[in-house]
């Protein structure tokens, strides 16, 4: 690493450090001791942009930032370093394109900073990308330093030697990770991505990667191994000492970062939480339904609880629990309950344990208390020479198989509203109050069309379903329940013990069969459609999702309508 890139660094972190301050060329060459002029040209030739630009699109974005935070304008524009606020406002627009009031109402994250073209010379590429899940199986080399290794500095460091390279195969991509191994020691596995029905070495790691959003840099492959590496190193660098800090990203600490290097290319994939191309995760940052199995996998010796899970998540227990039943038709302690017991009879029938270890591995007190627990589960006799299956949905695979069997139009509703009620308050007493499913097939089979609302809203002229903080106006924090409401006229109150809960109007997209009538079927199309468009076209299209506003299911004329609101500023 040369003196010039790491004096950059801390002049960036300076920068970052004293944003709501007045900043000039001037003081920051003070604070380094450099000559200004000198500063300025150097400046401009490392960020490729001149100084000045560079603070006020960073000093524009942290405003925009707590406009998307606080849904407040005013004090952001009173707080500016501009004198007059329509100098301020005329920057804001100039910059994002729209006026600040309108920045706040799309609900879109903060753009990021113009990335550099160049990094030490060598041109860069970036995306965001979904990438599905996969094994890399690969071989471990430890570094010389050891645990006390620069990682950062040290990356794809078997390349440089040929010894460590003869047992990798070079004809494939290759996969390269930072790891610790059994005992905690801190290694670089480098191998290939595992194809389906391949079997690893014997003795080759495998790590699996999940389902990641991430955000992938790429440069061209260099002309020798000295030169990849560096660049490599450079690449790294630039990543997490300056463009995860100028936008403020987080990255994903249960995602795996890796490196890549094919024929053409290489570089970093980055798994992150926050800031994937100016958008959150729908189901909490980074900690939406898709990755609550794996969570639980990973941690299922743990003797991991609904509590902490929720915790964990950023959840209430109930909408948690609520949530996940929902999507995986099974209650989370049932999932946990059969996943220990499959993982234990895993082990024992692959050999990896025997059956006391097994046990204890789980947290059983020992292989009596196993199978005293698998009874109670499986109301049968634990048996090794019969597999035990245990299977839930793939919501991915799920969504790939079932989304051609709805019809999406586009359309604009007015506002309106609703008076609605915990929906366990309607439906038959008898059915599982986590079975949302059933609950809503029972109270949208008994409604009927408000033929008052063709006219206006066609397609919410009937029973209204969603989920709705109980609690909004509460100083106890957020609690969501699954309501479902009649809309009423906007100058009528609604019915006497209702709540009342304003729609917004706008663009949506809505979803429905292909059927002429889903009433035969309301429980098992309301299933599938909340998996394929809640959870699969909502993260597919997240640059169309319009956060601000509710998402909500309508039934009338006999039919189901899944309806997401998108923001007119995008797709």
Same mark, same amino acid.
């Given at each position: 690493m040369s003196k010039k890139i790491a004096k950059m660094e801390e002049i960036l972190d300076y920068i970052l450090n004293h944003l709501?301050?007045?900043?000039?060329?001037?003081?920051?060459?003070?604070?380094?001791?450099?000559n200004h002029v000198y500063l300025a040209q150097s400046f401009k030739e490392y960020f490729e942009m001149p100084f000045h630009r560079f603070v006020t699109k960073l000093q524009l974005r942290r405003a925009a930032q707590i406009v998307y935070d606080t849904k407040k304008t005013s004090e952001v524009i009173g707080n500016s370093l501009y004198v007059y606020s329509e100098g301020f406002s005329n920057a804001f627009k100039k910059e994002f394109g729209v006026s600040c009031n309108a920045f706040k109402k799309m609900?879109?994250?903060?753009?990021?900073?113009?990335m550099r073209k160049k990094i030490d010379g060598i041109p860069v590429h970036m995306e965001y990308k979904i990438i599905e899940p996969f094994k890399i199986a690969g071989y471990a080399f430890r570094h010389k330093q050891g645990d006390q290794v620069d990682m950062m500095e040290n990356v794809a460091f078997p390349l440089k030697y040929k010894r460590m390279m003869e047992k990798i195969d070079t004809s494939r991509e290759l996969i390269g990770v930072w790891w610790n191994d059994k005992g905690g020691h801190v290694i670089y596995v480098l191998g290939h991505v595992l194809k389906d029905g391949e079997l690893p070495e014997k003795d080759q790691i495998v790590i699996n990667v999940?389902?990641?959003?991430?955000?992938i840099f790429t440069v061209k492959k260099q002309a020798d191994t000295s030169k990849t590496v560096k660049a490599q190193a450079n690449l790294t660098r630039f990543i997490f000492r300056e463009w995860l800090k100028m936008n403020e990203k987080v990255t994903d600490k249960m995602g795996i970062t890796f490196e890549f290097f094919n024929d053409e290319n290489m570089g970093v994939v980055l798994p992150l939480v926050?800031?994937?191309?100016?958008?959150?995760?729908i189901e909490k940052t980074g900690n939406g339904s898709n990755q609550w199995i794996d969570y639980i996998n990973s941690h299922i010796k743990d003797n991991i609880t609904v509590v902490e899970l929720a915790k964990y998540f950023g959840y209430s227990e109930k909408m948690l629990g609520d949530i996940f039943k929902l999507r995986y038709e099974m209650s989370l302690e049932e999932y946990i309950r059969k996943q220990r017991l499959y993982m234990v009879a895993h082990e024992i029938s692959q050999k990896k344990e025997d059956a006391e270890s097994a046990a204890t591995k789980y947290n059983y007190a020992d292989f009596d208390d196993y199978k005293r627990c698998y009874k109670e589960e499986y109301g049968t006799d634990y048996d090794e020479n019969e597999a035990v299956?245990?299977?839930? /949905?793939?919501?991915?695979?799920?969504?790939?198989?079932?989304?051609?069997?709805l019809k999406l139009e586009y359309m604009r509703i007015h506002n309106f509203k609703i008076g609605y009620h915990k929906i366990e308050n309607e439906c038959d007493p008898h059915i599982d109050k986590k079975n949302i499913p059933k609950m809503v097939s029972d109270c949208f089979s008994k409604s009927e069309d408000l033929e008052e609302f063709y006219e206006d809203n066609?397609?919410?002229?009937?029973? /209204?379903?969603?989920?709705?903080?109980?609690?909004?106006?509460?100083?106890?924090?957020?609690?969501?329940?699954?309501?479902?409401?009649?809309?009423?006229?906007?100058?009528?109150p609604v019915n006497q013990g209702d709540e009342e809960a304003y729609i917004q109007g706008g663009r949506y997209a809505v979803f429905s069969t292909m059927d002429d009538s889903d009433l035969d079927e309301i429980e098992e199309k309301y299933l599938m459609m909340e998996r394929v468009v809640f959870f699969g076209w909502i993260r597919e299209n997240r640059l169309k999702y319009d956060g601000s506003r509710i998402t909500f299911v309508s039934f009338c004329h006999n039919k189901l309508y899944f309806f997401v609101p998108i923001s007119k500023y995008r797709g």
């Open positions: 709501e301050t007045k900043l000039s060329i001037e003081d920051i060459a003070k604070e380094f001791g450099y609900n879109i994250q903060v753009p990021d900073m113009p999940p389902e990641e959003k991430c955000a926050k800031g994937m191309n100016g958008y959150e995760s299956k245990f299977k839930v /949905v793939n919501l991915s695979e799920y969504y790939k198989e079932n989304k051609k069997k066609y397609y919410v002229a009937g029973k /209204v379903a969603m989920w709705m903080n109980v609690n909004r106006n509460s100083q106890e924090g957020d609690a969501y329940e699954y309501v479902i409401g009649t809309p009423v006229p906007l100058k009528l």
